[in-house]
């Protein structure tokens, strides 16, 4: 199936910004090495890498991808993304989330909308770096311990004061347990970081 002009369009920009995502090639004795051409292998479309100049290798892959192997698509180009990021990271050149909605609107114009590429939470942590991002979860994570601990310290508080409360009800000294009332308050306020006058 021939691509239109408007595919061919979108195709040459999708090519394009995929450019930096991945290196087109790499010494066969390297291990665990990625490029475009190790993806396409991956993802069943690997006789589509012709490799030789890298844009116009990675316009083929995706034109002979769409024209032949179309159910294969959407494969190719989350696998592209994913060894991506990692690809980029390592390289400390991190994929913006400006990219990838490049990327979607290119995919977009092919017919296409892949779920995995639209999701929110994976856009948004396309807006920091690793490092910032994990500072920012070990911050959250350590302010809701916090938080639980002061509840659970606020309880044992409550407790206490509870069983005081009701040991006043029980003072014949009517006088003496209206001072120990304004204590237990004093001491309930100062539980909840609060100050009365």
Same mark, same amino acid.
Request: proline share 3%; aromatic share 10%; with cysteine.
């Given at each position: 199936? +021939?691509?239109?002009? &408007?595919? +061919? ?9 995929? =450019? ?7 010494? &066969? ?8 051409? +190790? ?14 100049? &890298? ?22 180009m989350v696998e592209i993304v994913r060894s991506g990021i990692a690809y980029r990271e390592k390289q400390n050149q ?19 909308? =892949? ?14 770096? +690793? ?12 302010s809701q311990q916090q938080e639980r601990s002061e509840q659970q310290r606020r309880s044992l508080v409550l407790e ?38």
């Open positions: 199936m +021939t691509l239109t002009l &408007k595919e +061919t369009r979108a195709v040459s920009g999708l090519a394009a910004i995929l =450019y930096d995502f991945l290196p087109g090639s790499g010494h &066969k004795v390297w291990k665990g090495h990625v490029n475009f051409g +190790t993806v396409a292998n991956q993802v069943g479309v690997g006789d589509f890498w012709g490799g030789g100049s &890298k844009k116009p290798a990675i316009n083929a892959l995706l034109s002979q991808t769409l024209q032949h192997r179309r159910h294969l698509f959407q494969n190719l991190p994929i913006t989330r400006a990219k990838i909605e490049r990327v979607n609107g290119h995919i977009l114009d092919l017919g296409f909308k =892949y779920p995995e590429l639209w999701d929110r939470e994976f856009l948004i942590s396309l807006e920091k770096t +690793t490092e910032e991002r994990a500072r920012d979860q070990f911050a959250e994570a350590d206490e004061l509870k069983d005081w409360f009701l040991q006043l009800a029980c003072e014949v000294d009517r006088s003496k347990a209206g001072l120990t009332l304004e204590k237990l308050l004093n001491r309930l306020f100062d539980a909840f970081e609060l100050q009365p006058n």
